[in-house]
Structures are given as structure tokens and as C-alpha cells.
């Protein structure tokens, strides 16, 4: 009577048979199918050599239990492939005169019933004795196979040991089968093991790749790791880093290890360290790590560098130079020199103070000097140093602590000298700058140093100041306005700008550039000016200079004609205004029935342009040809309130 084991082998025979005779396997057949040779082999053997070396110890190790018996082991991938084979010398010797060799298939389409391939076919380790194999050559040997699986039990190959049947023992079976559950358990610690790796690898590479310096330290303060930017950040070694406590680096451990213990972390905090090469200023937050008994662990530090910050921040909130010294328009032979000096002293680090009328574009030079100097890609920031009140001008520059004043951010806020760090302050207007301001300047600039107000710790700057006023400084100087030693300090290279009334050869060229750039921008048609129209604009004076220009360009751009008549030579009033005020007829604003004075006249005027234009200052200071900043002067000295005149 047949054991179940012995229905289950001649069942999977049977079927085995049966796929043969289906797919006209012959019985005399001698030789595989298809066997693999040259760069066809070395190419199949270089795809499966992680296998080939993780197998080929228990393939020497299982052949090493039969040696001098008459075996041989042999180990094929998922298609039936022979990868490697060993054995006794008769026994092999008859396997390759039957082409057993690296490279043959051994599946059941190129060699019929064999335990190789029928193990494939089946899914499961198999044992084919003498005539239960397909083909004659065959009958003489019993083989045992069973497949090798990967973790998600997908067949990765068979490993096989065949002997003759006369010395072939059931357990050879079992044998096998625990070589190949032994093979798949090494596969699978490996694959765990390189997936660890990978998982590290990745998280090393994107903690690497942030722009922050990454260590971790345990409640004792002993740092543990550190990710590349750390010694980069702090100018230690990473072996030096491990052998400091971490409150060397920084002030605060014992708050961080309080805040810590209670399951809070640190977020954006500023905190200055005490790096190798100086004290700098970085932004701080932590992260405790807990472990499942609910202890504190470990601490992970993130270090943000806080020019890189206002590096960004400057980008978004659009803290950069835009103009060019191609933008800057002129063919005047004195302004071209101007032009040619301010690039030459674009890459210097001396101060430069750029004189010049209002209207002539200070600022426009400025940013053109910045851009093409060695700062550009760094901030650009401006600060008009007319147009903020005096009690907040120390503020602005230098920024504030936290309580420093009534009204103060409780985070405190950065000056415009932190901000600007790395790039360019353009300092408007200086010589409204109060003189106790000029005093902590002068120090800034000569130390490289600053702090905040409420503040006594100071860090390192590097700023390139660039200056310019419409008035004489050095008569400001000489009247005690200004201080001496700034106005050299400042000087180094004083740069002065034209008026339009000395360039007036470059009028044509600018009208025509504002025509363009002004029409396109509000989408009408340029205003074609005849010749005798552009004479009178070229015999004007331009009090206003390029601003004034501009302004005038823009409306008759506006008025889609020349509605009002042409300023004439010479002509201009108080203040810089444009002779706009005498075209106005007095019945106009109805003033004939008493005489003004000239001051009365200007206020009147100025009242009637706001409230033509609803209040609206920008606007309102571009047609009167004059700056935002003298209009409010002028708003304040009149006493003209215009919150009755918006809309």
C-alpha cells in the first residue's frame, strides 16, 4: 500500500510527465535545450552574482557532508540557469559529457522531469529518482532540489544535490530543503540589514542636505552626532565636537535641559555661540527625544545660520538692488565719466557718498554699484534716514530687544545693519541723521560691530555703507550738523551727481526711454513730441531733475495730448516746485480777490493738487515734480490736513 507521501510524489511526477508530453519533449534527448556560452553567460552570471555569493557557502557546505560519495551540488536561478556547480570528479565528469554546465536550463521545457526543474514548476523542493525523470540519460541519478525564495517568496532559484540512485537516502531531501531555508534566512538578514543601511544613507543625505547644522546630545550633554554643517557652522572637527560638552558651544543648557525635561522644545530662538572663530548669532531649536518609559533620552539641536535667513527672507520681501547700469540712461560725456567711476569703485570696501539735487537718482546709482560689485547676490537695503521719526531711527538701524521700549515686539526685531550683513545699506538723506545717531555710526562702521538697543551683547557685521544727501555736507559739517569725522569716514569716494540743466543733450534720450516704458505700463500710445516742443523741454532747468521729467512724461502720457503749456527756461518757483503753479490761472482757485505771498500761494497749490487727487501722496508728489518726503514736509509745515481729502 502506497504512503500519502508516495501518492504526492507520483501525483506531482504524473503531472510533470504530462507537461512534457504536451510540450514534445523527446526521451533520447541528451543535452539541454538551451545552453548559454560567451558574453551571453557572463552577462547572466554578473546579474545573479549577489546570489551566486550568498549560496555558494552551502553549496560547498552540503557538497562537503556527501564529498567522495559520488555527488555533486549545483545551484540555478528562477528560469532553471545552472550559475555553479561542484562535485566528485567520475560523477562530474558524466554531467558535463551531458552539457551540466554553467550556463544550461535546467526547467522542464529544455530538459524534461528533472528535480531542478520540476521544483520550479511545482513551487515546492522536490525529489526525481531514475526512470520517474522524463529523459533516458537521466534514469541512473536521483536528484534532489528545492527553491530558493525571497522575504516576499518570490523563487529566486533551486539549489540541488545528485547522486546515483543507488546511494541517494530520503533524508538527501530533507538536507536540502534546510540548506535552501537557511540560504532564504541569510538572504533575508542581509536584505534587512542593507535596507537599514539604505534607511540610514537616506536619512544621513537629507539631514546633510538641509542648510542647518544637526547634532544630538544626551541629558549630560555629551554630543553624540553631528551632521556635515556643524563643524562648518562652529569651525571645530567633527572628532573635536565629541569630545565637548555641548553647553561649550552655546549659553543656555540649562534652560534647553529644563525645557526638555518637560517635553518642550526650543523654537526659533536666537542664541549666540561661541564658535572657534568668533561669537556668532544663530537661530536655535530643540527637539526632545523620549523614550517608551516616558524618559528623557536625548536632545536634537538645529542651528539655522541667521544671515542665511535674511538671506531668504530679504529674496521674498524683495530687499534687492534691481537696477543696473544698464538701466541707467545717458550719453552726456561728463555723465558717462560719473557712470565709468562708479564702476570702478563698485568692488571696493570703502564708504562711498553720492552727492547730488534731489530727482537726480541717488538711489538708482546705489543699487547699480551694488549690483555690479561682488555683493550682489547678498541683501540690498535702504533706509531713508529723512523720513523716520528721530526716536525710531536708533531701532531701525540697529534693532531692539525684547522690552526695550514701550511698543517694542516681545521676539525684538533686527536693525537694518543685521539685515543688510554680507550685502549694502544705502543710507538716504544722511545728513537729516541726528548727530547722537552719527556718533553710534561712526563707531559701526569703524568697529564692524554692533547691538541692539536694550541689548550689551554685540556681534560682528559686515556691511558696505553707501551714503548720499541733497545737501552740502560739508557746510553742514561747518555749521555743526553733521560730524566731521563721519563726513570723512563716509567721503572715501565721494561721488557726484549732475543735474539734468548740466546733461541737457541726454533730455531727447530720456523722454524717448520714459515714453516708452510709461506708455507700456499703462498700456496707452507714446505722445510724439514736435521739435519745437522738445527745444522748450530741452531750455528748461528741470529744478525737479529726472524725477520731475519722468513725472511730466507721464502726463501727457496721461492726457493723451500736451494740455498744459511746456515749462519754460528759467522757469520755477520756491521749493524746487515746477513752474506749473504760475500756468494756473488765479481764477482757477479763486484767489483773485486778495494778493498771497508766495508761501500761501505754494500751499494753496498743494492743497489743490491733493485733493484733485484724493489725498493720494504718491501720486500727488509725482505731479508736483517733488519727493514723497518733502511733501509731507510740506503737509506738516502748512499744517494741510488731508484725511477730509480721500475718497
Same mark, same amino acid.
Given at each position: 500500500m502506497n504512503t500519502a507521501k508516495e501518492v504526492s510524489e507520483k501525483t506531482f511526477i504524473r503531472r510533470s510527465h504530462q507537461r512534457c508530453d504536451q510540450m514534445g519533449i523527446e526521451r533520447n534527448q541528451v543535452y539541454s535545450k538551451k545552453i548559454l556560452t560567451g558574453d551571453d553567460l557572463f552577462v547572466r552570471l554578473s546579474e545573479k552574482r549577489h546570489l551566486i555569493e550568498n549560496v555558494k557557502p552551502f553549496i560547498n557546505q552540503i557538497y562537503g557532508f556527501v564529498k567522495g560519495t559520488d555527488f555533486f551540488a549545483l545551484l540555478t536561478d528562477e528560469e532553471g540557469c545552472i550559475?555553479?556547480?561542484?562535485?566528485?570528479?567520475?560523477?562530474?565528469?558524466?554531467?558535463f559529457s551531458y552539457k551540466m554546465i554553467p550556463g544550461a536550463f535546467m526547467d522542464e521545457p529544455n530538459i524534461g522531469t528533472n528535480a531542478m526543474g520540476t521544483a520550479l514548476a511545482e513551487k515546492m523542493p522536490v525529489q526525481v529518482s531514475g526512470k520517474e525523470h522524463y529523459i533516458e540519460s537521466y534514469h541512473k541519478w536521483t536528484c534532489s532540489a528545492a527553491p530558493i525564495r525571497d522575504r516576499h517568496g518570490k523563487i529566486l532559484g533551486t539549489i540541488d544535490l545528485t547522486g546515483y540512485s543507488k546511494q541517494v537516502h530520503p533524508h538527501t531531501l530533507g538536507m536540502v530543503v534546510a540548506a535552501a531555508n537557511a540560504i532564504e534566512h541569510i538572504l533575508k538578514e542581509k536584505n534587512y540589514n542593507e535596507e537599514l543601511y539604505l534607511a540610514k544613507h537616506y536619512n544621513d543625505t537629507i539631514i546633510d542636505s538641509i542648510s542647518a547644522g544637526i547634532l544630538t546630545a544626551d541629558v549630560n550633554g555629551v554630543i553624540k552626532t553631528v551632521n556635515h554643517y556643524i563643524p562648518e557652522l562652529f569651525g571645530y572637527s567633527a572628532s573635536e565636537l565629541r569630545e565637548m560638552k555641548v553647553w561649550q558651544l552655546f549659553d543656555g543648557w540649562e534652560q534647553v535641559l529644563t525645557s526638555s525635561a518637560a517635553r518642550r522644545g526650543f523654537v526659533e530662538e536666537e542664541v549666540f555661540v561661541n564658535s572657534k572663530r568668533n561669537k556668532l548669532q544663530l537661530i536655535l531649536s530643540t527637539y526632545p527625544i523620549i523614550d517608551s518609559y516616558n524618559k528623557l533620552r536625548d536632545i536634537i539641536f538645529v542651528f539655522k545660520d541667521v544671515k542665511k535667513i535674511r538671506k531668504l527672507a530679504n529674496r521674498i520681501m524683495g530687499r534687492k538692488a534691481v537696477y543696473t547700469f544698464d538701466k541707467i540712461i545717458g550719453k552726456n560725456e561728463h555723465f558717462c565719466r560719473v557712470v565709468e567711476f562708479a564702476k570702478k569703485i563698485a568692488d571696493s570696501r570703502s564708504g562711498i557718498l553720492i552727492l547730488g539735487e534731489s530727482g537726480t537718482g541717488k538711489e538708482l546709482f546705489a543699487q547699480a554699484i551694488h549690483n555690479h560689485s561682488d555683493r550682489r547676490e547678498e541683501p540690498f537695503v535702504a533706509l531713508n534716514c529723512g523720513a523716520i521719526p528721530k526716536t525710531l531711527i536708533e531701532a531701525e538701524l540697529f534693532g531692539y530687544e525684547e522690552g526695550a521700549f514701550t511698543g517694542a515686539k516681545t521676539s525684538g526685531n533686527p536693525g537694518k545693519f543685521e539685515i543688510a550683513d554680507g550685502g549694502t545699506l544705502f543710507l538716504d538723506e544722511i545728513g537729516e541723521m541726528p548727530l547722537d545717531m552719527q556718533t553710534r555710526l561712526l563707531r =559701526? =562702521?569703524?568697529?564692524?560691530?554692533?547691538?541692539?538697543?536694550?541689548?550689551?551683547?554685540?556681534?560682528?557685521?559686515?556691511?558696505?555703507?553707501?551714503?548720499?544727501?541733497?545737501?552740502?555736507?560739508?557746510?553742514?559739517?561747518?555749521?555743526?550738523?553733521?560730524?566731521?569725522?563721519?563726513?570723512?569716514r563716509l567721503n572715501v569716494l565721494p561721488l557726484m551727481l549732475p543735474p539734468l540743466r548740466q546733461r541737457k543733450d541726454d533730455i531727447p534720450i530720456l523722454i524717448d526711454y520714459f515714453m516708452k516704458r510709461i506708455s507700456k505700463r499703462l498700456n496707452k500710445r507714446p505722445f510724439e513730441l514736435a521739435e519745437a516742443q522738445m527745444q522748450q523741454l530741452m531750455n528748461y532747468e528741470w529744478p525737479g531733475n529726472i524725477r520731475e521729467l519722468e513725472n511730466f512724461v507721464e502726463l501727457i502720457i496721461n492726457a493723451e495730448s500736451l494740455p498744459l503749456e511746456i515749462p519754460q527756461e528759467n522757469a520755477m518757483t520756491a521749493n524746487g516746485l515746477p513752474s506749473l503753479v504760475a500756468q494756473i490761472k488765479p481764477g482757477d482757485w479763486r484767489f483773485d480777490e486778495k494778493d498771497l505771498t508766495l508761501n500761501e500761494m505754494e500751499k494753496h497749490f498743494i492743497l489743490h493738487t491733493l485733493s484733485k487727487y484724493h489725498g493720494n501722496i504718491s501720486l500727488s508728489a509725482k505731479?508736483?515734480?517733488i519727493s514723497r518726503n518733502t511733501l509731507y514736509r510740506s503737509i506738516e509745515n502748512y499744517g494741510i490736513d488731508c484725511s477730509n481729502l480721500k475718497q
Open positions: 550559475l555553479t556547480i561542484i562535485g566528485d570528479e567520475n560523477i562530474l565528469k558524466e554531467a =559701526i =562702521i569703524e568697529e564692524g560691530t554692533v547691538s541692539r538697543v536694550g541689548s550689551t551683547k554685540e556681534f560682528v557685521v559686515d556691511v558696505r555703507i553707501i551714503a548720499a544727501s541733497n545737501k552740502d555736507l560739508k557746510e553742514e559739517v561747518e555749521q555743526g550738523n553733521f560730524r566731521k569725522d563721519l563726513y570723512y505731479v508736483l515734480g
